[in-house]
Nanobody, 122 residues
Framework: QVHLVESGGGSVPNGGSLRLSCVGSGYTYSTYCMAWFRQVPGKEREGVARISTSDNPTYGDPVKGRFTISRDNTKNTLYLQMNSLKPEDTGLYYC????????????????WGQGTQVTVSP
C-alpha cells in the first residue's frame, strides 16, 4: 500500500520561512519523479517544484529564487524549503509521485499525499 505523508505546514508572517517534508512508502522511491503542488479554493492545482530521479530540480515561475526542492533517497523523503514567503503562497500543499520522467500535468502523477496547509499573513 502506497502512502505519501506531508508535514511542516503552518502559519507564518510575510517574509517568513517554512520547510515541508514528505515521506513515501510502498513504492520504489528512487525511481519516481517527486513534486510539490499547491491549491487554493476555486482555482486549479498548480505545480510548485519538481525533482527528477537524477536530482535535477525545476520550479514554477512564482517561486523561483525563493523555494528549494530536494530529496533524500536513503530516507524516502522529499523536502521543500520555502523562504521569503508571500501571502500569495498561501494554499494547501501536496506531495506527489510519478514514475520516472517528470511532468507538470497533475493527471499524470501516480500517488498523492493528503496535503499540508501553508498560510502566509500580510
Amino acid at each position: 500500500q502506497v502512502h505519501l505523508v506531508e508535514s511542516g505546514g503552518g502559519s507564518v508572517p510575510n517574509g517568513g520561512s517554512l520547510r515541508l517534508s514528505c515521506v513515501g512508502s510502498g513504492y520504489t522511491y528512487s525511481t519516481y519523479c517527486m513534486a510539490w503542488f499547491r491549491q487554493v479554493p476555486g482555482k486549479e492545482r498548480e505545480g510548485v517544484a519538481r525533482i527528477s530521479t537524477s536530482d535535477n530540480p525545476t520550479y514554477g515561475d512564482p517561486v523561483k529564487g525563493r523555494f528549494t526542492i530536494s530529496r533524500d533517497n536513503t530516507k524516502n523523503t522529499l523536502y521543500l524549503q520555502m523562504n521569503s514567503l508571500k501571502p500569495e503562497d498561501t494554499g494547501l500543499y501536496y506531495c506527489a509521485a510519478k514514475y520516472y520522467f517528470c511532468t507538470w500535468r497533475t493527471a499524470a502523477f501516480d500517488y498523492w499525499g493528503q496535503g499540508t496547509q501553508v498560510t502566509v499573513s500580510p
